[in-house]
């Protein structure tokens, strides 16, 4: 029987496993799919040698989370880091672009420039300090509390309604918007507005980096460490109920609560149980990918140097968009985020091809195909767009939810950010990966620090394990 199982191969099953099997400790991971990543797999969803990102695509934490820095994961994925980490297209030919250099970024935001310089200059200075404070538990005194505190006014701030105050004109907000919107949640608010500043610093002081030859490969690096410790991974075995797994001293479980009652049936306590029901779950998305004959045409100057681009216009017309989906309704003129992973890396498609990765948020359970919507937001801002697409595949928020159990109603984040959220994940503890079950513990999304491909849930949740069952320490994780 193994020392360790590990339910689940999503960026943080794989990141608990590899930190349990680099302990010394047998590990075995079970694997519902025919392929493991979870959030990071790559396939050929249309034609053959085209290859698209089922779920994430572009990754600000590759090289800032304290999991995957201990990791190192530079030094065994190739990551391309365009020197424009995000974009907002606006009308007229205009565009926000958010490069590495802070400085040349706020040189092209206008009478904005130096507004937008204070604002994220002290983050992007501390992002160690910011990084840390943001992921793990919120419940414990932060490393640095005046890094701490300036974040805290500063997310505050930009998410209240006095986002607008040190702002005079359009670029610089919607640039802020832009990146605050991958929260999936209404605007302004306090969770997006901290998700925002925090990934709209990483762009500025390491990039948003694209792995070559597409998210997988980071599945494929975790899998490679843990394989050479030891370890062994199942795939195409589904794990229903806790009694199937062997009879492991730790388990730990990449799954939502929603799983985790279903896995463990009566044994949870009552009061354990009675909170995971009341756990709340966040709205969908709605996913599109394209096959283009060319490049995408945008309209303004410098945006194809953009690995994500952030569509949707103004501050206004965002939080328009994003409190709609809020309301339950679809929003005509969506949200659209867009990722170019083959203008950056040429094995992504054949020679005059390119694939196109996007997405909306939607109501939570919508069944509503959105291709139409996102292809007129994209002309909007790219005209002639729809003269490149050669194919495209969608999949529904509740296509998602089939795709992989833990998308409840197509929330890929597993829980929804708000205020209460960030707390309450999945339950309110000091300790919130530990279950009531002795030697159980989750390790998904639901939990601290959250949604993103940071290895941080299983780090954390590992961790502990190693603490209460095993007594060892965190091991060293480098490349050997």
């Not at 050669?390 to 929330?411: C, F, K, P, Q, W």
């Amino acid at each position: 029987m193994p020392d360790v199982a590990v339910v689940g191969s999503g960026p943080n099953g794989l990141s608990a496993a590899a930190v349990m099997a680099r302990a010394g400790l047998s590990v075995e991971i079970f694997e519902a799919a025919p392929k493991i990543g979870g959030g990071t797999r790559t396939t050929e969803l249309m034609q053959p040698g085209h290859f698209h990102d089922v779920c994430s695509a572009v990754h600000p934490m590759a090289v800032a989370s304290p999991f995957f820095r201990a990791f190192d994961l530079p030094r065994r994925v190739e990551l391309i880091t365009p020197e424009v980490s995000f974009g907002s297209p606006l009308e007229g030919g205009r565009a926000a672009l958010a490069y590495k250099s802070l400085d040349r970024t706020a040189e092209g935001l206008g009478q904005d420039g130096p507004a937008y310089r204070r604002l994220m200059e002290p983050l992007v200075r501390n992002i160690n300090d910011v990084m840390d404070f943001t992921q793990n538990q919120l419940l414990r005194v932060p490393r640095n509390p005046l890094v701490a505190g300036i974040y805290g006014l500063r997310t505050l701030e930009q998410g209240s309604g006095l986002w607008n105050l040190r702002f005079r004109e359009e670029l610089a907000p919607a640039l802020i918007s832009g990146v605050a919107a991958h929260a999936i949640s209404h605007l302004p608010s306090l969770a997006a507005s901290g998700a925002g500043l925090m990934l709209g610093a990483l762009g500025h002081a390491g990039g948003w980096p694209i792995p070559r030859g597409g998210s997988a490969s980071i599945a494929a690096a975790l899998a490679d460490d843990i394989r050479a410790h030891g370890g062994v991974i199942h795939t195409e075995t589904s794990i229903d109920r806790l009694e199937q797994l062997p009879a492991a001293r730790a388990t730990l479980l990449d799954v939502a609560p929603r799983g985790l009652l279903e896995m463990a049936g009566d044994s949870l306590p009552g009061h354990y149980r009675r909170a995971l029901e009341r756990f709340r779950y966040g709205n969908g998305s709605c996913k599109v990918d394209f096959i283009l004959s060319g490049p995408v045409p945008w309209q303004a100057p410098g945006l194809s140097d953009a690995g994500t681009v952030h569509v949707g216009g103004t501050r206004a017309e965002l939080a328009r968009s994003e409190n709609e989906v809020a309301a339950g309704r679809h929003p005509e003129r969506p949200y659209v985020l867009v990722a170019q992973p083959s203008r950056f890396d040429p094995s992504r498609a054949p020679a005059g091809r390119h694939t196109l990765w996007t997405y909306c948020h939607v109501p939570s359970g919508s069944t509503k195909d959105m291709t139409s919507q996102i292809i007129e937001q994209l002309e909007r801002f790219a005209p002639g767009f729809r003269d490149l697409v050669v194919e495209s595949h969608v999949i529904t928020a509740a296509e998602l939810a089939e795709y992989n159990r833990n998308y409840i109603g197509g929330d890929f984040s597993a829980g929804i950010m708000d205020v209460r959220g960030l707390i309450q994940k999945p339950v309110v503890s000091p300790v919130p990966w530990r279950t009531p079950l002795l030697g159980v513990y989750l390790c998904s999304s639901s939990t601290p620090p959250g949604p993103g491909v940071t290895g941080m849930p299983g780090m954390h949740a590992a961790k502990y394990a190693l603490r209460d069952i095993f007594k060892l320490p965190v091991p060293d994780l480098a490349p050997a």
